[in-house]
């Protein structure tokens, strides 16, 4: 989930479970805090959703107030539902947390640490500060900065800064009325991992129902390949169009099997607005390219795939408004043929997609006794959104390494229930 000028598509494709690991500091993996995540089915809908994907389970405050959180990297402000007069999901209490501070308008976190909000935070009649958080499905959440201790394990962290709100909107209140808030993962200075100080972490997200996982610290793992690393894109200067609490990477292009698509330079990086960034993400579920880059890629695929595939061929119909390139395929028909793979390029390392992670079959669409099945690239431009976005669906079974404190970000191919089980043994 990310603020109104970004787009928020993340609708769940699997159930599966996955476990996160905290390593806080210097500690052995025998010292590892061991806490359930989630990826949960939803039904599908094509508009956009503001749908759960990760949580986890942690508490808050003095005495401890249990509470569930979505995981989301896209997101700088932690924040918890406050509202305890009957909104029908889970809250957190304040009135019962002897640790819990409202945030003063005057204080830093207010007046400067939140420069990257989109809509600024204000005071409130009791001179505390108050913010609103808008996203792109029109989901909204309006409340008061606080801090108070997040514990983690047997490990609290007193005086974590979150957003305690009381009001707001939602797009799929059965989803959101199974959890208590979210937990921000991006580089803003208001993040879980900024507020931790952690100056790396990792996920594997695996293809199917399998163990998962999510290390703060280093995987100091000798089993691991060899990570390819892409820098962080830095731009100092706040431009409209750009996030710069996002990770953004160079893009350097487009492999449809070892068909190198030629592309413009300037299309694929920022221009002078900012727009045309190219954000890596777990909150988004497909990938999103901009136009010129995705009737390219999407050309090619068609032209490798003619006479494997029936195309639908509705001019009326995208899968969640963006995805326009779909196929019919017979209900009694088990495995598609081969499938071209698809490289996405970045400076010094690349992500290789292939198989069922290039179609996505549509849950509950049957034309003509075929299920239909969308190509899990999509338009940006058929969104409003000026950026490239690589969703989790094209990260499954690779090693996700965010080293902050070298402003990279490292790739590597594994099997992730494998790697869950070597972490864990």
Request: charged share 15%.
């Amino acid at each position: 989930m990310r603020y109104c000028e970004h787009n928020d598509i993340i609708p769940r494709v699997y159930a599966i479970q996955t476990q996160i690991y905290f390593c806080i500091g210097n500690v052995t993996p025998t010292q590892m805090l061991v806490l359930p995540l989630m990826i949960q089915e939803t039904e599908n809908k094509l508009n956009f959703q503001h749908n759960v994907t990760l949580t986890v389970s942690l508490s808050v405050g003095t005495p401890q107030q249990n509470v569930t959180m979505v995981l989301d990297t896209g997101s700088e402000l932690s924040w918890l539902q406050c509202n305890t007069t009957g909104s029908g999901r889970p809250v957190f209490d304040p009135t019962q947390s002897s640790t819990y501070l409202p945030i003063n308008c005057s204080s830093p976190a207010c007046t400067t640490q939140t420069r990257d909000f989109p809509i600024p935070t204000s005071c409130d009649s009791n001179k505390h500060c108050h913010a609103t958080l808008s996203y792109a499905d029109a989901t909204s959440s309006e409340g008061n900065l606080a801090s108070d201790t997040f514990n983690i394990g047997a490990s609290g962290m007193p005086g974590t800064i979150f957003g305690c709100m009381d009001s707001g909107s939602t797009s799929n209140s059965g989803e959101d009325n199974k959890t208590t808030g979210l937990i921000g993962m991006n580089r803003g200075p208001l993040s879980f991992v900024s507020q931790m100080n952690f100056s790396k972490f990792s996920y594997c997200i695996p293809g199917s129902d399998h163990l998962g996982v999510l290390v703060f610290s280093d995987a100091n793992s000798t089993w691991l390949k060899s990570l390819n690393y892409t820098p962080l894109v830095q731009i100092p200067n706040s431009l409209p169009y750009f996030d710069r609490s996002a990770y953004t990477v160079q893009l350097r292009g487009f492999k449809v099997s070892e068909e190198i698509i030629a592309l413009p330079n300037s299309i694929l990086k920022p221009d002078h607005t900012g727009a045309g960034q190219t954000m890596i993400d777990s909150g988004t579920q497909f990938t999103f390219l901009l136009g010129p880059a995705y009737s390219a890629v999407k050309n090619e695929f068609l032209n490798q795939t003619k006479g494997n595939l029936r195309e639908l061929n509705d001019p009326d119909y995208a899968f969640q408004g963006a995805m326009d390139l779909c196929y019919l395929v017979p209900l009694n028909q088990t495995n598609l043929p081969v499938l071209p793979s698809i490289t996405i390029m970045f400076d010094g390392a690349e992500m290789n997609i292939s198989g069922d992670k290039l179609l996505y079959p549509v849950p509950g669409e049957v034309r003509d006794n075929c299920s239909v099945y969308c190509f899990t690239f999509g338009n940006s431009d058929l969104l409003g959104v000026e950026a490239y976005i690589i969703g989790h669906h094209h990260q499954q079974n690779l090693w996700m390494e965010f080293d902050l404190e070298n402003s990279r970000v490292g790739i590597a191919p594994i099997e992730c229930d494998i790697a869950s089980q070597r972490i864990r043994s």
